[in-house]
């Protein structure tokens, strides 16, 4: 498992071409700048990579990758997430957050009750969901993730504030 050290910036979505190519999709604001952050790692960090984009591809972005030079090889990573040292990424903007810096924070409501933690963050197009685990009925909770449903983000305190829209409760 990635420390907080590292930042999830991409996977690797499938081979591209015989020649060990992959498409890559990159989850960084401005797609190309996956291969300018240094090394890539697998998420177990046995593995590493220095990424040399190719060419635009449908889905993504065509890239080699150091030590892939056949399809085979592009084809056994498919799947495979690549996390950069946070080190060499940009510090975030006001109100705006690194994913891995969310995980695991206490969700409160605006009355002040605890909600649950946040566990994980999605995000299938149409923007990103908050998926909160539940002490009590241990079940989970997705919140979307806006200004209006989570108006404080307070890191440093561990926690988050969320006014809950109508019919999540």
């Known amino acids: 498992m990635p420390g907080p050290d590292r930042i999830c910036v991409g ?3 499938g081979s591209f071409g015989v020649k060990g190519e992959v498409r890559l999709k990159s989850f960084c604001s401005e797609p190309s700048d996956i ?3 240094g090394p890539l790692f697998t998420e177990d960090g046995a593995r590493s990579f220095r990424v040399t984009l190719t060419r635009p591809v449908a889905g993504g972005l065509g ?3 150091t030590g892939i ?5 592009a084809d056994a990573l498919k799947g495979t997430s690549l996390f950069a040292d946070r080190s060499r990424l940009p510090a975030p903007a006001e109100d705006e957050f690194y994913h891995a810096d969310l995980l ?3 969700v409160r ?3 002040g009750a605890v909600l649950g933690r946040v566990r994980a963050i ?3 197009g149409a923007g990103d969901l908050i998926e909160v685990i539940r002490p009590a009925p241990s079940d989970t909770l997705l919140i979307p993730f806006t200004r209006a449903a989570v ?3 307070d890191i440093a305190a561990g926690r988050l504030i969320v006014d809950l829209p109508e019919g999540l409760d």
């Open 11 to 13: 996977a690797i979505a």
């Open 35 to 37: 291969a300018s952050y």
């Open 63 to 65: 890239a080699r990758l």
């Open 69 to 73: 030079v056949t399809k085979e090889e």
């Open 104 to 106: 695991g924070l206490e």
């Open 109 to 111: 409501d605006t009355g």
């Open 122 to 124: 999605y995000n299938h």
């Open 151 to 153: 108006p404080t983000v």
